[in-house]
């Protein structure tokens, strides 16, 4: 089954630890992205990656981290977690930047 | 710069009444449109799309076409039912260059039985 994969689902930390979100998609896609969705905000691009090793910034990067060394695998790093980045996270992959994107189950941050 | 508006929830309407979920959008050239649909506690999923003017998305009963003239991608269904309750997006993907998705902001669908 042609899937993206999140996990944890859920997560409640504390300020300042250290997390990794992970996300694995099994489409053989280029392009993946994180976004965060926030009540009255919509949806919003974190980071985006074109392909392996090609990784670049979207509209709210300020925090996290990412990398790209396998295609399918694009996990979401909180060096250090702060309450403002409490937030529902979705990691979306497609075959090409313009075209539709698969989305995964998500993942509720809650950092105190 | 590229965007989408739509229309402001919530909605609320009843079984079997006729939706319609405004979306306009901003971009040049020719985008590629989409709707997506995010059912309580669960990620996005695509629900249609077009690609070029006058094409019409439809799936699960709902359709909407692609209007460059009025630059808008509204989505509806004839006779919504309790389970079409959910989040409804409206995206973009530029042309040219396209990086990423443009969304609009969602509108929430609820519909009484």
């Known amino acids: 089954e042609a899937q993206v994969t999140q996990n944890p689902r859920y997560l409640i930390t504390v300020t300042g630890k250290k997390l990794t979100v992970t996300c694995s998609q099994n489409?053989?896609?280029?392009?993946m992205s994180w976004y965060r969705q926030d009540p009255g905000l919509g949806l919003r691009q974190i980071y985006y990656s074109m392909n392996v090793e090609v990784t670049d910034k979207g509209d709210v990067p300020e925090g996290y981290k990412v990398s790209r060394k396998e295609k399918r695998n694009f996990p979401l790093i909180l060096e250090s977690p702060s309450p403002n980045q409490t937030s529902l996270y979705f990691c979306a992959s497609s075959f090409s930047a313009g075209w539709e994107q698969y989305f995964g189950p998500g993942t509720r941050l809650t950092v105190t | 710069g590229n965007s989408v508006t739509q229309m402001e929830g919530p909605v609320t309407l009843s079984e079997e009444a006729f939706l319609t979920i405004n979306c306009t959008y901003t971009?040049?050239?020719?985008?590629?449109l989409f709707w997506y649909v995010q059912y309580p506690g669960e990620g996005l999923q695509l629900l249609l799309k077009?690609?070029?003017?006058?094409d019409k998305g439809s799936n699960k009963g709902f359709e909407a076409t692609y209007r460059k003239e009025t630059t808008s991608f509204h989505l509806e269904k004839g006779s919504v039912q309790v389970s079409d309750s959910a989040v409804y997006f409206c995206?973009?993907?530029?042309?040219?260059?396209?990086?990423?998705?443009?969304f609009g902001q969602g509108t929430r669908l609820t519909i009484n039985p």
């Open positions: 995206a973009l993907a530029p042309s040219q260059g396209a990086q990423k998705l443009v």
């Open positions: 971009a040049t050239g020719y985008p590629s």
């Open positions: 077009a690609t070029k003017a006058d």
């Open positions: 489409m053989n896609h280029e392009y």
